[in-house]
C-alpha cells in the first residue's frame, strides 16, 4: 500500500485520462471528482473508475475532445450539451449556470445531456451551498431495474441528491452542509460483485434472475436485474425510479437506461444519459438568514438523540483527514494507473 497526497492523485488520474485521450479540462474535471470521492471513502465511485474510463475513451464510447456547451434556455431553464465526453465538466458548468440563473430569477433547473456516468451527484452541488442556495441532483444510469411487475431491466439505478446550506460554524456537528444522496436500487451493483468475486450468496430482495425470479446467487442477479428499495413489499423505489428516469431523458433528450450500454463493459455504444440539478435561492422566499436559522432548529432537533449523525458528516470528516495525510492506495492500482500513462 501507498499513501500519496491527494494533489498528486489528482495529477496522475489526469494524466492518465489525458493518455487515453481526453482533453485537459475533461481530465482536471473528472480527476478532481474522483479523488473528491476517493477522500469521502465513495472507493467504487472514486480511483476504480480510473481504468474503466480510459478504456472507454480508449476505444471511442467516450468522445474525449469533447467541450461542453450551454444550449439555448429560457429564463430559469436551460440545457447543456456534454457532447458524448465524460460527464464530470458538463456537470460543474451546468451547476455553475444553475446558480447563476437561481441567483437572477430565484430557481433554476439545468439539465445534461448526450452525458456519461457523473460519479457522486451530491458533490456536484457543493457549488451550490458554497452559494448559500439549495441544490436538487438527479441522474439516470444503464438500466439495471425493473418497472414495477416487471422483471427485465429498463430503469438505471437512478441516483438522487440534495444539498443544503447551513450557517459557518452551527451546531454541533459543525456548519457543514447536509449532504444526502442515495440509489434507488435495494443495494448497489457493487455489492453483488463484491459477493460473485467471494463467492459468497445474497440476501432475496436484492436483485432477479434473467427470468425474473428472486435469486441469492449473485452472478445470476448480475446477468439479471437488481430490486428498487421497498420492491418486496411496494412498487414505490420503481415509481420514483421512472419519476427520475423521465426527468432525466425526456424533459433534456439524453437516452433512457435501456437504450444504453453498461459502464462496466469496455465495448458499447455512447450511453448519451443525462443529468439535471435544480437550485433555489432562499432568498426568493423567506429570505436566506431566516432559511438558515429554521434549518439549525431542525438539526438541533435531530441531534437531541446521540446516535443520530447529519447526513455527509462522516464523508466530510473522511474528506479532511484525507486532505491532511493523503489517501492510501493499493500497489496495484497505483502501478495499474501508471500503465495507463
Known sequence: MATISLAEARTLV????????????????????????????????????VPQYSAQLRNGRVNGSAVPAVLAGRGGAARVDAQEGLAFAACELAVAEA????????????????????????????????????????????????????????????PVAAVFPRRAGAGRQGGDPL???????????????????????????????????????PKAGMEGSMLPIGAVSSPKGAMLALVIELLVTALIGANYGFEASSFFVDEGNRPRIGQLFIVIDPGALVGREAFLDRIEVLVLEMLKDEGVRLPGARREQLRRAAERDGITVADATLAAWRTLV
Open 14 to 49: 489526469a494524466v492518465a485520462l489525458r493518455s487515453a485521450g481526453a482533453n485537459a479540462a475533461m481530465a482536471d474535471a473528472t480527476a478532481r471528482s474522483l479523488v473528491l470521492a476517493e477522500a469521502q471513502g465513495l472507493a467504487s465511485h472514486g480511483l476504480s473508475r
Open 99 to 158: 446558480v447563476r440563473r437561481a441567483a437572477e430569477f430565484g430557481i433554476s433547473v439545468v439539465g445534461v445531456t448526450n452525458s456519461h456516468h457523473a460519479g457522486v451527484i451530491v458533490d456536484h452541488l457543493r457549488a451550490v451551498a458554497a452559494a448559500g442556495m439549495v441544490g436538487l441532483g438527479f441522474a439516470n444510469s444503464p438500466a439495471a431495474m425493473p418497472a414495477a411487475g416487471g422483471k427485465h431491466p429498463i430503469f438505471g439505478t437512478n
Open 179 to 217: 449532504l444526502i444522496d442515495l440509489s434507488l436500487s435495494e443495494v448497489a451493483r457493487g455489492k453483488l460483485m463484491v459477493a460473485a468475486k467471494n463467492g459468497q450468496s445474497i440476501p432475496l430482495g436484492w436483485a432477479l434472475d434473467a427470468e425474473g425470479q428472486p435469486t441469492t446467487d
